[in-house]
């Protein structure tokens, strides 16, 4: 059975959450973690593993130089003790908007391709992570047209 559990706070970057994570004992420092959407690293600046693979879509941004599909991963079934996804969630435009160029949106997508995305790299985080560990996945609320998406 999963169990999952929504961190809500005043925290200011991703590296906080992780550093967080690690000290209420959701991370270990022994552990085997994969950041299967590296992009600038910005989760690992506080604290990090002793075996973190990094990978990410975009070769000059994945610490391993390959371009790494989070959707298809090079791990094997229940491999890892945790994988960290922060997928491309936001709806609101694509890279060519400043704001968004770091969310790694490209081309148009729609909601319902944009959320399918979403859940085959949460399916594929699953599958690589062993049972009793951990898949953290970073999301926030997105409305679209009106209604509230996430």
């Given at each position: 059975m999963s169990t999952v559990v929504k961190a809500f706070g005043d925290r200011t970057d991703n590296a906080t959450l992780i550093a967080d994570c690690a000290q209420l004992g959701?991370?270990?420092?022994?552990?085997?973690?994969?950041?299967?959407?590296?992009?600038?690293?910005?989760?690992?600046?506080?604290?990090?593993?002793?075996?973190l693979l990094a990978s990410d879509l975009d070769p000059i941004k994945s610490p391993c130089g390959l371009s790494i599909d989070f959707t298809d991963l090079p791990?094997?079934?229940?491999e890892l003790?945790?994988?960290?996804?922060?997928?491309?969630?936001?709806?609101?435009?694509?890279?060519?908007?400043?704001?968004d160029a770091g969310y790694g949106i490209g081309d148009y997508?729609?909601?319902?391709?944009?959320?399918?995305?979403?859940?085959?790299?949460?399916?594929?985080?699953?599958r690589v992570t062993r049972p009793g560990g951990k898949v953290f996945v970073k999301c926030q609320d997105q409305v679209v047209s009106g209604k509230v998406v996430f």
């Open positions: 959701y991370l270990n420092k022994d552990d085997m973690v994969a950041d299967v959407t590296y992009g600038l690293g910005r989760f690992w600046k506080v604290w990090e593993p002793d075996i791990f094997e079934t229940d003790d945790a994988v960290v996804f922060d997928p491309p969630y936001k709806f609101s435009g694509t890279s060519r908007v400043t704001s997508m729609s909601t319902d391709a944009r959320m399918d995305l979403i859940f085959a790299g949460v399916a594929e985080a699953a």
